[in-house]
């Protein structure tokens, strides 16, 4: 699977349209892929979404005036950047990106400065990176070694080291505050599902599966992990989720930000641990109508929109601070307060970032969804899991 079919594939999975197993491959065996079926028509009322569901004039919708200083850090080139991750100083940046090759390599850069440093290389693919705690190390996914897993390397490119070896896919790294364990999910293909796990680096051997979930954020505090998670099982509307951390228990799995109308996606932590930001994705129905021989039809085309958005972390102040004409992704905070994402355009997809205002304090109606549960079990994994 080429780097764009698996990108794409991604953002299929988020919204919840296909499975990725069967829709991303190639028909290497004679399948036909399944039907991606569109969502429903966008409300012809209003753009404005509701996060609680209720009457708009009594509660706080998305607005796309809660952000300023809108900042452009990586150059449009015959490729992509995309999966921004800034290091614990504020000063550096690293992201993925095509522009020198089809496939994805690693590049870090400073915050302000224009050159660029690549630090993986081959004809593979690298993606979603994230610094360690000390700015020393750096996690990704990568397919390698042949399937998609979990590394480690250092900030300057050195001692690649694999942490994963599962034959499902396995993405998303995130860092424990301590930076002793990593949190992932992999895309169980047997059972279509996503899970979330954490390995413990000291003990590569040891990983436990804490539950069902995608893109997972370690909160800067240790004791909570961010997750998306769908509304209703096999529901293209995923919403944010939190676990508590406590040792070796996980429980509580709180929903926190939630829309009817759109899929809420990877959640990433601002550096207190109070707020939350996440990508919202909807895909709209468009009629062209085109004259035929026997009169004129209509003709719909699927297209996928997507801005980023921020909740308090106890669910309070669900607010938009983008809104482009294109698709955004990969939130990401700095400790400055700003948040770094990719915007993908039909010219070119780059690095951005903004600086959010204070979000509105409300108290709309409860929608959490609390629920016990005992401690995840401890599983030793091999290679031919």
Request: aromatic letters at 8%; charged letters at 25%.
């Amino acid at each position: 699977m080429t780097l764009p079919e698996f990108r794409k594939c991604l953002i299929l999975i988020t919204i919840g349209l296909v499975v990725c197993e069967t829709a991303c491959t190639e028909t290497k065996q004679g399948r036909t892929p399944p039907e991606i079926r569109p969502a429903p028509p966008e409300p012809e009322a209003s753009r404005n979404l509701n996060p609680f569901d209720q009457d708009s004039s009594q509660y706080t919708t998305f607005e796309g005036k809660a952000a300023t200083d809108l900042r452009q850090h990586t150059t449009p080139s015959e490729g992509s950047d995309f999966d921004p991750d800034i290091d614990p100083s504020g000063k550096k940046l690293v992201y993925a990106s095509t522009r020198h090759s089809p496939n994805s390599h690693l590049y870090i850069k400073s915050i302000t400065g224009a050159t660029i440093t690549q630090i993986t290389d081959g004809p593979v693919n690298d993606t979603q990176p994230e610094f360690g705690p000390d700015g020393k190390r750096i996690a990704f996914a990568s397919d390698r070694a042949g399937n998609w897993d979990i590394w480690l390397v250092d900030a300057n490119g050195r001692n690649p080291t694999q942490i994963t070896y599962s034959p499902m896919p396995e993405l998303h790294p995130s860092w424990s505050p301590d930076g002793k364990r990593l949190t992932y999910c992999r895309i169980n293909t047997r059972e279509d599902r996503g899970e979330l796990w954490i390995a413990e680096l000291e003990k590569p051997g040891l990983k436990r599966l804490i539950g069902e979930g995608l893109f997972p954020a370690w909160s800067p505090s240790g004791d909570k992990i961010a997750y998306q998670r769908a509304r209703i099982w096999s529901s293209r509307w995923f919403s944010i989720w939190t676990l508590d951390i406590k040792g070796d228990e996980v429980l509580f799995p709180t929903e926190v930000a939630s829309s009817p109308n759109t899929a809420l996606i990877s959640p990433a932590w601002s550096h207190d641990g109070t707020q939350l930001a996440f990508s919202f994705v909807e895909s709209r129905e468009r009629n062209n109508a085109g004259p035929t021989t026997e009169g004129t039809v209509a003709a719909t085309q699927t297209t996928v929109h997507s801005d980023i958005g921020i909740v308090e972390a106890d669910g309070h102040g669900l607010q938009r601070i983008t809104n482009h004409m294109g698709e955004s992704y990969a939130p990401v905070w700095s400790k400055d307060g700003r948040i770094y994402f990719s915007l993908r355009t039909t010219d070119s997809e780059t690095i951005w970032s903004t600086k959010p205002l204070q979000p509105i304090k409300i108290d709309p109606p409860s929608t959490k969804t609390t629920t016990n549960r005992r401690a995840a079990s401890v599983i030793e994994v091999s290679d031919e899991e």
